[in-house]
């Protein structure tokens, strides 16, 4: 019986021996935050807070960001090449801009002439790529877009030049007639309500006449879009490109203040959160002081208590994280919702940079209270001075 006995104690001897000391960690750990949860509790519920602001303010910058520049290419093009001299530009003109632009953005060519309508009045007339058009000025308001040879979309203005009884009419440049029927009006508060829009194919046989502007709407960063800008320049010597300064610097000036803004928000919300962890965290110290004491009267290390109180507070950083990740993309969800009208979905790879910030935030805190926690005189506590 006694040698039974005896095997089993050494079993567990060999067991206990071969198991890793982190159970004993994990064991103060959690000890420690239920022991005292009115302090955990406020300091995983700040923590939860710095990471849901953070996870859905990096949601809406990434994904705001998008949406912002979709919105800014609705209101037309942010480049414009004209041929310098003046003259049609070279008939691979636009393949050349598609090849910079690589995808990156929408392209529309055009040609203008002065032509002369039935009694003799001058009226702007212009040829353009219907399709293009439609996709890269979608802030025109078009009443119908032509869809069959010789129909002309005309500017509301140019109407009572051209056809005020919305009857066909004709047009004559350098000798040559086209008759015109109108498919629609088009209103845009600029130059455009004072011409005559035909298709392109149509405008060069008509008039002979290649485009001569092409407007370009780039996709991308401000910066990005002044590397397109530099690389037209070097592809097409011959024109002159030129950005729309209020389409560019505005969406420059919009995309920084957003950025801008909910970069300070999180940063206070996250110092807040700080400050909240680091007053918790000082608690922790004071009222654990004892126990510190008996550690070290026991011979544990400043390093090793150090780094106990460190893993406690990383622990919480990490919880916190991932508690308010989820919390933080329903919060970008319901934002998006409200404010943009569209839905944000949820970027995952934010995980861990928010997981590493909270707990570096947690750790940053520690080290006031780990400082103090190193002063801590056993003899001292023990006597209860």
Known sequence: MNAIVSQSAQEVAVDRAKSPHTS?????LVRAAVLRRGRAISALFAMVVAAAVATAMLNLYVDVQAKLRREFRNYGANIILVRKD???????????VESVLAGHGLVAPFALVV???????PVVVAGADFDRVRQLDRWWSVSNWPSVPQQALIGVRAVSVVSPKNQPFDLSFQGHTIHLTSAGTVRTGAAEDSRVYLSLADFVSWTGVQASTIEVAATGSPAEITAILRQLEQAMPAADVRPVRQ???????????????????????ILTAALCVLSTLMGWVFDRRRDFAIMKALGASD??????FAAEAAALGAAGAVIGFVMGIGIAAWIGRVNFHASVMPRFSVLPFVLAGSIVV?????ILPISLLRRVQPAVILRGE
């Open 24 to 28: 004993m960690f994990l064991r103060m």
């Open 86 to 96: 003046g003259a049609s530009l070279p008939a691979d003109a636009l393949s050349r």
């Open 115 to 121: 032509a002369r309508a039935s009694d003799g009045q």
């Open 247 to 269: 389409i560019m610097e505005g969406e420059a000036r919009v995309l920084g203040k957003t950025r801008a803004t909910l970069l300070a928000a999180t940063a206070l919300i």
């Open 303 to 308: 390093r090793l208590l150090g780094g106990f």
């Open 362 to 366: 947690t750790l940053l805190s520690a």
